[in-house]
């Protein structure tokens, strides 16, 4: 399984963007999947994920969200009104097989390399 990140740049304070995760080797549908965010010096933190439902950390739910295209075995977050603490390099995650979800880096087997958004203020 392997899992691109695309869509990451430098933007404005108040901007939108769009990032894509596409899935190789196995259906985006066939188990859970999530963005995590990773900012320097800090952990590496769950952003969103989603299997049949969606799950989102309380700190971005009201301008994130996640979603899947099955027929592009791709999973998208889009984030609207960015702000500075956004951030980070943002890593897609996925399960090597279980559709729960869960907020914990372990859970996920398989990784992405990440993309970098950077919010300028």
């Known amino acids: 399984v392997q899992l691109v990140e695309s869509g990451g740049g430098l933007v404005q304070s108040g901007d939108s963007l769009r990032l894509s995760c596409e899935t190789t080797?196995?259906?985006?549908?066939?188990?859970?999947m999530a963005w995590f965010r990773q900012a320097p010096t800090k952990e590496r933190e769950f952003v969103a994920g989603?299997?049949?439902?969606?799950l989102y950390a309380d700190s971005v739910r009201d301008r994130f969200t996640i979603s899947r295209d099955d027929a592009k075995n791709t999973i998208y977050l889009q984030i609207k009104s960015l702000k500075p603490e956004d951030t980070a390099v943002y890593y897609c995650?996925?399960?090597?097989?279980?559709?729960?979800?869960?907020?914990?880096?372990?859970?996920?087997?398989?990784w992405g390399q990440g993309t970098q958004v950077t919010v300028a203020s």
């Open positions: 989603i299997s049949s439902g969606t």
């Open positions: 995650a996925g399960r090597s097989r279980g559709r729960s979800l869960s907020r914990s880096r372990d859970t996920y087997d398989n």
């Open positions: 080797g196995r259906a985006a549908s066939a188990a859970a």
